[in-house]
């Protein structure tokens, strides 16, 4: 098969002030750095580590710096993950850590061969030997700090640096994963440790869209986004960008463009909002399978009663995502809330004791729900986009089990097999199907 090569080098990046990456306070080099990060489809079978070192290459001939990171090549991960449930039961935190981190060094020491192949100078790090250091919360460690003076002797040395995506190591010294789709987390955090100019996220799609293109098809590009917004989509289940990468750039101020390594063509820039722009009413609509609702029924309507329940939650360290009190009656009220489907059994666990300890009188709970939600920065100041919301749903006979909101994000939870029926029809009502 012919290797597609990109038709630019690079030239997607123009924006800002160029950085000069600097090492112990003196510049390194002349030229403005670049973080490239690829996933897993972007590296799939070894034509596609070709095409993705040919657009590296030809980035660092037009004048930049590059870092890389990459993803582990195409379903590495599912496939890892599925070995470790066949041989155990519940797998050794620390030890699915070890295995799941074997994926990225594949991609970094392939792709630095194809690199090399075509005479550009790179060197290979994992995680750890690219300074990322994390907390030990294995699975979903949390970067604390990164030491990036090996990359920067690399790039001062003349190199391409390759830096394993996904992974770190913690401060005692053992290998962790910081969460699934980890690695533009690991992208954005070299970009703000080393000034770069931009961190580009190459994927499957040419950007962020106003829904998943593969439920929408006449979803829209996004020309740019602000950080704010991007996040409200990230944390709603827009899945092109993890959460945690949004909250790093917004926090270090890293513009960041998401663009397709299949077409190459510029894609969506998130990055600072701009004030002289006029806000989009509503951005995108997202949708999220991932969680489990829970209800508690009938609890005693008295003082630290949610405290009790979400604290023993918080011990158990379940990340809980929509609350939902009703009004009560008869002194008791029913409290919902939702919760990733991964974490339903420790939820249950914990919270069978909970009732008791309260006093409830009962525990549901349902996994066949899904989140559909309107993120826009517009809607802060234009009214009724709820209610349009609510009936757009109700003439499609989709029943809302929850609500809640932020100031530029309404969600409505509904039954799973209403999930894609409803990102369709809310698409359609906002106008975000036109061009
Ligand atoms: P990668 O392996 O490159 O990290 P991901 O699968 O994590 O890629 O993210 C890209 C996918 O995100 C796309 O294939 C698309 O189906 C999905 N996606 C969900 N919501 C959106 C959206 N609003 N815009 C673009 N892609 C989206
Ligand atoms: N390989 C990891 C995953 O599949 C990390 C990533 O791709 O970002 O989640
Ligand atoms: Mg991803």
């Given at each position: 098969m012919a290797i597609p090569r990109s038709p630019?080098?690079?030239?997607?990046?123009?924006?800002?002030?160029?950085?000069?990456?600097?090492?112990?306070?003196?510049?390194?080099?002349?030229?403005?750095?670049?973080?490239?990060?690829?996933?897993?489809?972007?590296?799939?079978?070894?034509?596609?580590?070709?095409?993705?070192?040919?657009?590296?290459?030809?980035?660092?001939?037009?004048?930049?710096?590059?870092?890389?990171?990459?993803?582990?090549?195409?379903?590495?991960?599912?496939?890892?993950?599925?070995?470790?449930?066949?041989?155990s039961h519940r797998p050794s935190e620390r030890e699915l850590d070890m295995l799941l981190t074997a994926g990225e060094r594949i991609s970094i020491a392939l792709l630095c061969m194809a690199i090399i192949d075509l005479g550009q100078p790179a060197v290979s790090f994992t995680g750890s030997q690219a300074g990322i250091v994390t907390d030990t919360a294995h699975g979903r460690a949390k970067i604390l700090e990164v030491r990036a003076d090996r990359l920067r002797d690399a790039l001062a040395a003349g190199n391409v640096a390759v830096v394993a995506g996904f992974q770190g190591v913690s401060t005692t010294f053992d290998i962790t994963t910081l969460g699934r789709g980890g690695s533009d987390t690991t992208a954005v955090a070299l970009a703000a440790a080393l000034g770069a100019q931009a961190c580009e996220i190459y994927t499957d799609v040419a950007g962020v869209y106003s829904a998943d293109p593969r439920i929408v098809p006449e979803a829209r590009r996004l020309g740019r986004l602000s950080y704010e917004e991007m996040l409200e989509m990230a944390a709603s289940g827009g899945r092109v960008l993890a959460l945690r990468s949004v909250e790093f750039a917004r926090n270090h101020t890293v513009p960041v463009?998401?663009?397709?390594?299949?077409?190459?063509?510029?894609?969506?820039?998130?990055?600072?909002?701009?004030?002289?722009?006029?806000?989009?009413?509503?951005?995108?609509?997202?949708?999220?399978?991932?969680?489990?609702?829970?209800?508690?029924?009938?609890?005693?309507?008295?003082?630290?009663?949610?405290?009790?329940?979400?604290?023993?939650?918080?011990?158990?360290?379940?990340?809980?995502?929509?609350?939902?009190?009703?009004?009560?009656?008869?002194?008791?009220?029913?409290?919902?809330?939702?919760?990733?489907?991964?974490?339903?059994?420790?939820?249950?666990e914990v919270m069978d004791k909970v009732v008791a300890e309260v006093e409830a009188t009962g525990l549901r709970h349902d996994p066949d729900v899904g989140r559909v939600s309107l993120v826009g920065a517009g809607m802060k100041t234009h009214p009724g986009v709820a209610a349009t919301m609510f009936e757009t749903l109700a003439e499609e006979g989709i029943n809302i089990e929850m609500i809640s909101t932020s100031s530029i994000r309404i969600s409505c939870v509904v039954p799973a097999g209403d999930v894609e029926r409803a990102v369709r029809a809310l698409h359609r009502t906002f106008g975000l199907d036109e061009g």
């Open positions: 630019d080098s690079g030239a997607g990046i123009v924006l800002g002030t160029p950085g000069r990456p600097w090492y112990r306070g003196r510049v390194i080099s002349e030229h403005p750095l670049v973080v490239q990060k690829f996933g897993g489809s972007s590296v799939a079978d070894p034509d596609r580590v070709r095409a993705v070192a040919d657009h590296i290459v030809r980035t660092r001939r037009a004048g930049h710096d590059v870092v890389v990171v990459v993803s582990a090549m195409g379903k590495t991960t599912d496939e890892l993950l599925r070995l470790a449930h066949d041989v463009h998401v663009r397709s390594s299949f077409t190459w063509e510029p894609g969506t820039w998130v990055q600072e909002e701009d004030p002289s722009m006029e806000q989009a009413i509503i951005s995108g609509v997202t949708h999220d399978t991932s969680e489990a609702k829970v209800t508690i029924e009938q609890v005693p309507d008295r003082p630290g009663i949610a405290a009790t329940m979400f604290r023993a939650l918080a011990e158990a360290e379940v990340n809980v995502d929509m609350i939902v009190q009703n009004v009560s009656t008869a002194d008791h009220t029913d409290i919902s809330f939702t919760v990733p489907k991964e974490d339903l059994a420790r939820t249950l």
